[in-house]
């Protein structure tokens, strides 16, 4: 297979601007896009991360991609193909995508951190709220808006945010891939 | 012989349908309870679980249809009631009794769990598929085991209500244990050891209820019963699979 050095950033580019439909930050931001490969034709393969199995809006993303990929110019097709190896991680979050999140309200566990699962508390270490920055919160509930978040409640500024929820497989996981 | 026929005389299938059935068949059941819950919590929470058991059911399902060229939507709803290789104690009426809806879903995840770990031998696709779903399952766990265990340093009424359930269900639960095959030796290989799998549910169980003071008294079955998982379902399950086809039925390839 021939990479095309001259599809590759803008088809990079696009994805870099396509909005999560959930997340106030990108599928990229996101750690969604795991390779992303060009033929010498201009067919483009993008490979993809579920967040969470049950998340609705992966269709849509889904449908994003292969439109506003597909759109540029060069790029004779575009297909997104959905994997489960490695599976996605709280981890593959960017810096840049954290920045973004907090600044929503949604805090995102620290690389290598607590799993949310296989204890009786989710994430026992006191989560740090994005409003007002206090260690004095509570997880309120572990079911959130979405699947991959919880909803956390800080006892100083009476407020509620989100947190994204760490899976305990996630120690194997490997970090975000080149794309 | 048609892909949906090839698909049904595989012994490997008949596990990944066991699983995936429950979960489809328990994720519809357990939606009616979307507007109802006990609490608001409660109530994001357990749709929020209907809803993952459906998704983990479609991705068991995609798994079987690149195998055998099948649409998943087709190996959901399209085969033959025979062919449903869920137990019937997933689609058993709750009467919309909180208690019974919780100690039946907290039963089928702990089921889940090993299942999904012996689910993970079967080749590189499924243990990716597997290994994913068991983590998002582990979730459900640590929230019914949190539940559980609160339930049982709650008051009397809390106490005596999850007890009657567990005394209820218990006697059913066996039916989760039902080799899914005609051939009862392949499928049982399949498992790794029915005997060990049932020792594995038993004991994460055992564990969350004595720790939280309740009484389960569950023994193996016998190899050789028939029910659900072999096709001989109960008419509960034939009137849940047809409310659950009611749309398609009437418009199929509706989207929205």
Known sequence: MVIDDGILPSVHAALADIPDPELPCSIVDLGLVEAVTVDEDGHVDITLLPTFTGCPALDMIANDVTRLVGNLDAVESCRVHWVFDPPWSTDRITEAGRTLLKAHGVTVPTCGGEPASRGVEFRTTAIACPWCGSHETRLDSPFGPTRCRTIQYCESCKNTFEDMKRLDHEDEASSPGAG | ?256
């Open chain 2, 1 to 256: 012989m048609t892909a949906m026929q090839d698909m049904m005389k595989d012994p490997d299938v008949n596990l990944v349908l066991s699983l995936a059935d429950d979960l489809l068949m328990l994720g519809h059941v357990q939606g009616d309870w979307t507007g109802l819950g006990p609490i608001l919590e409660e109530d994001i929470a357990s749709s929020s679980m209907a809803q993952d058991d459906l998704s983990h059911a479609l991705v068991l399902y995609e798994h079987l249809g690149n195998r055998f060229g099948l649409d998943p939507d087709v190996i959901a709803y399209e085969r033959d009631v025979a062919d449903y290789r869920c137990c019937d104690l997933v689609t058993m009426p709750d009467e919309f009794d909180w208690s019974v809806a919780f100690v039946r879903r907290w039963m089928v995840a702990h089921w889940a769990d090993p299942v999904l770990d012996r689910l993970a031998m079967g080749g590189k696709d499924l243990e990716d598929r597997c290994r994913r779903l068991r983590a998002e399952q582990g979730v459900h766990l640590s929230y019914l085991d949190d539940w559980m265990r609160r339930l049982g340093a709650g008051p009397a009424e809390a106490r005596e209500r999850i007890q009657a359930a567990l005394d209820r269900i218990t006697p059913l639960a066996g039916m989760l244990m039902e080799i899914p095959g005609r051939d009862l030796d392949v499928d049982e290989d399949f498992c790794c050891g029915r005997e060990e799998l049932f020792n594995e549910w038993v004991t994460a169980m055992d564990a969350v209820l004595s720790g939280a003071g309740f009484i389960m008294d569950i023994t193996l079955p016998a190899r050789d019963v028939i029910g659900g998982r072999r096709g001989e379902h109960a008419e509960h399950f034939i009137q849940q699979h047809a409310e659950m086809n009611e749309v398609r039925c009437e418009d199929p390839g509706a989207a929205w």
